[in-house]
């Protein structure tokens, strides 16, 4: 059963504009963790952002932020002023018990000049 | 900030030769993962390891898989008769305890991308 879904396979945007890149999960497990990873062309997974299940609040971490929508189990990822370094695949990821993570198949993320 | 280290980089090898992939986890980590991304597709779960033993594997881990802690440093994935269809990034990742925690503490390494001809 799909646990990640990211139904943007690819967005543009334009430079020094924001960007949300969706992610949707599906659990009933009241403990899970989300996650951001960027994956640039050289391919290595570089974390972005975490969010727990009982966090209160919406994780930020310098222009990224995920708006958590615990309800409509949602973890969208938003960029804000885009750089052109920003171009990479995004991946969403969950883990239940921090053993193993379901990923989404990503988004391609392209910034324009 | 420590890293988790993957060797090589990039190997190509011959359908049917057993290959080892190589990870140096961060050094006080106790849990140990190999993921695979085809290319183009999502990444995937392959096997956690713990304590000298695989904790964990999914389907796709069959028989000609195995992982092995050879010292007190290094993960390896080997796989016994590469198929074409193994060709993918193999990445391995270390994570300090299983349980979950703000961000940090679970670190992938920057993978191994396996070509099979």
């Known amino acids: 059963a799909q646990k990640i879904t990211q139904t943007q396979p690819g967005m543009f945007v334009q430079e020094k504009e924001a960007v949300t890149l969706d992610c949707t999960y599906d659990?009933?497990?009241?403990?899970?963790?989300l996650f951001w990873y960027k994956q640039p062309s050289s391919g290595e997974m570089i974390f972005l952002i975490y969010q727990g299940s009982y966090d209160q609040q919406n994780a930020t971490e310098g222009r990224y932020s995920l708006n958590f929508q615990k309800a409509r189990k949602s973890a969208n990822l938003v960029i804000s002023a885009s750089q052109l370094g920003d171009s990479a695949m995004y991946f969403c990821a969950m883990t239940l018990d921090f053993n193993k993570f379901y990923f989404g198949s990503g988004t391609k993320l392209n910034v324009k000049p | 900030e420590p890293e988790v280290t993957q060797t090589p980089s990039h190997q190509v090898t011959q359908m049917g030769q057993e290959v080892i992939l190589r990870c140096v986890p961060i050094?006080?980590?106790?849990?140990f993962y190999w993921y695979r991304q085809i290319l183009g597709q999502k990444v995937e779960f392959l096997v956690s390891f713990y304590n000298n033993e695989i904790s964990e594997k999914s389907e796709i881990f069959d028989d000609q898989f195995s992982v092995e802690r050879p010292d007190g440093s290094n993960f390896t994935l080997k796989i016994r008769s590469t198929k074409l269809e193994d060709s993918a990034m193999y990445f391995c990742a270390s994570s300090e305890a299983r349980r979950i925690r703000r961000g940090g503490g679970y670190t992938f390494g920057s993978g191994t991308r396996l070509t099979v001809v």
């Open positions: 050094s006080n980590h106790l849990y």
């Open positions: 659990t009933s497990d009241p403990s899970y963790g």
